[in-house]
């Protein structure tokens, strides 16, 4: 290849994760606006924080590599799933599903894949919503739709989450038996905290509710 053929791919290239870029701000701008008329109508922000990234060349090349996919933007577009990713934390479990449904009820997001580890979580604690969205992107001359990750999470899940990733990478994939025990634990502890808070969160619905059920009869007397 002749440098001129390098700095066309290269720009190419460049130019293809441009398109994720806009895609996870028009989700960013989408889930703001969620966010405030949530908070509106019901006195309520289910989304506590959202984040997001874009993978870098070099790990979208290796996962490519590992996945034994073609090293040509479209095979990487289609079979790479997570160049751009995005995660949600929320404060109660029920918020999660509350996002999910405000996502999958838009005309304009795709749902391509759901993976439910709160439901079943992985094996060593790991518990998250994954969703795989496919968002339609306007560039100067074409539309095109491209793959987002979004992680939907409690606060508690995020919390150990981020310790794991640590430490799976502090011990290089091979965590010791007895850090993994103890991760499992407390996976188990985070689990029981996020029942307790949303048991706590439903009474303090409940009291809302019927203190302005009382309200409202008072009006009417
Ligand atoms: P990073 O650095 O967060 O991007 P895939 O490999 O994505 O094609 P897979 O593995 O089935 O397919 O995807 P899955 O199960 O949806 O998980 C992908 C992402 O979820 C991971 O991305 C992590 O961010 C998170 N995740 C999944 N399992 C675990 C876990 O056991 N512990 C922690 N801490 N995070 C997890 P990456 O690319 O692995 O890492």
């Known amino acids: 290849l002749t440098q001129a053929d390098l700095k066309e791919k290269k720009d190419n290239f460049m130019r293809f994760l ?11 701008t989408t889930l703001d606006i969620l966010k405030q008329e949530f908070q509106y109508i019901h006195d309520y922000n289910p989304i506590e924080n959202v984040s997001s990234r874009i993978k870098s060349p ?22 790479i799933r997570d160049i751009a990713g995005l995660r949600i934390t929320c404060s109660f479990e ?3 599903y509350e996002i999910r449904d405000l996502l999958v009820n838009r005309k304009d997001i795709v749902i391509i894949e759901e993976k439910d580890y709160i439901k079943a ?13 496919s968002v339609p992107i306007y560039m100067s ?35 010791p038996e ?12 985070a689990n ?9 969160h439903t009474e303090m619905n409940e009291i809302k509710a019927s203190i ?3 309200e409202d009869l008072e009006e009417l007397q």
């Open 58 to 79: 070099d790990s979208i090349m290796k996962k490519a590599q590992k996945k034994g996919c073609d090293l040509n933007i479209l095979s990487i577009k289609d079979q």
């Open 18 to 28: 441009m398109g994720y870029k806009f895609a996870l701000s028009k989700i960013n």
């Open 212 to 214: 302005s059920a009382d």
């Open 94 to 96: 029920s918020d999660i």
């Open 192 to 200: 029981q905290l996020d029942l307790k808070m949303e048991a706590l």
């Open 121 to 133: 979580p992985k094996g060593n604690g790991y518990r998250s919503l994954h969703l795989i969205i």
């Open 141 to 175: 001359d074409r539309e095109e739709h491209v793959f987002v990750e979004v992680q939907i999470r409690t606060i508690a899940m995020d919390f150990w989450a981020s310790l794991e990733h640590k430490i799976y990478y502090k011990y290089h994939k091979e965590i």
């Open 178 to 189: 007895r850090i993994r025990i103890e991760l499992s634990e407390a996976a188990t502890v």
